[in-house]
């Protein structure tokens, strides 16, 4: 990505320090920064000045959280003593009303994002719908013809968590532990949509193989009827999983794609709640390719050149390479391994490249590992 500014620069907002931190590399070494105030609470203006001429350019840094009100001229800090071009800006972080989501003890705030924040839940497209009546369909993410129109879906249910199973001993003290109760076991152990209808996951659409004949089934593939477009598969069950990412939602006439790495998004958080790991090795289950990935937090907002970024999972992460094995070999006890489909993990790749790739150099490595942000959306 290539911005028109001649710096980059990324602010992050550290809500449990109340804090906002904006780093500043200068990419053009003909300009210096001679002075930062703020122009409004989500905007800290910053001039430079031109070395080969007597010119001063302003620049408005936007802020992913609002800052102090009346603040006085800020302090431009130089991260390195060898390195002109490095800058940072240290923000008191006002306080907002949303805020309190991070305070909040009587709520687990990473399980509120993975239950919140799923893209494409029913929750998320009521929000978009906003009160109109045109409704949404679910299209072929290479025709773009009908799958899924909402009037001809009984009901959309969100499924609770990817987790539902695991933790289903927990919620039933007297379950069944046979079918012979009148199938009731079954009921605990399977999960079915009515007919016609469809049960949401975090990356998945599930229904009945034979409720739409916009979806055939061949063999165990899902594919679009009009262009045989592989849209997910069919289990043993005889039940649908439609992935998101090769769908397209049309709402009010606008379309949207999921873009596979959100499932890995997913699949992370989830982790996180079950079982509070923080490291992974993450599995292309296509090819021999691997990486270690570190959530070193959650619930981040950033912005990066302009670009918003909003709960992120600030992620470490790692190739193999020097000190890979090592890295592995020391972390084995506690490290979760995840098995990512191709396209999945492709994209969660070029994602946290890209971002990382796109932040100043003071902000980009840690003891080794690459710096990114991995956002929701």
Known sequence: ??????????????????????????????????QAVMASPTVCSVTFGDLTSDAETTYQLSLPHPAMENLPVLSLIR??????????????AAATVEDSKYFDRSANFSMTMATDHVKWSTKDIKAKLSGSKLGFTFNCGKCNATILIDTQVTA?????????????D?????????????????RYTKLRPRANGVIIGSYYLLTN?????????V??????????????????????????????LVVKGSEEMYLPYYHA????????????????????????????????????N??????????????????????YREEIERRRDGLEVIGLSEVVYKSLVETLDDVHENLPQCQDQFMGWNVSYLSEK
Not at 277 to 300: P, T
Not at 312 to 320: A, D, G, N, T, V
């Open 302 to 323: 950033l912005t990066l050149s302009g670009r918003e970024l909003t709960n992120c999972l600030k992620i470490m992460y790692m190739r193999p390479g020097d000190g």
């Open 79 to 92: 991260k390195d003593v060898h390195n002109d071009l490095l800058y940072s800006i240290k923000l008191p």
């Open 156 to 168: 959309f249910h969100d499924l609770p968590s990817e987790l539902w199973l695991e933790m289903m």
């Open 1 to 34: 990505m290539t911005y028109a500014l001649p710096i980059k620069y990324s602010a992050e907002f550290l809500p449990r320090l109340k804090s906002i931190t904006v780093n500043i590399e200068i990419t053009d070494a003909s300009y210096i920064p001679t």
């Open 219 to 248: 063999g165990d593939a899902a594919q679009c009827t009009a262009c045989a477009y592989e849209l997910g598969n069919m289990d043993d069950d005889l039940l649908v999983k439609l992935f998101k990412w090769n769908l397209i």
């Open 209 to 217: 193989a034979d409720d739409f004949p916009s979806i055939t089934v």
């Open 265 to 300: 998004y997913g699949v992370m958080l989830d982790a996180i709640n079950s079982q509070a790991s923080r490291v992974y090795q993450v599995k292309n289950e296509s090819e021999e390719s691997e990486m270690l990935v570190w959530v070193f937090n959650v619930g981040i």
């Open 170 to 186: 927990f919620w039933h003290c007297h379950k069944p532990e046979t079918g012979e109760i009148h199938g009731t076991a079954n």
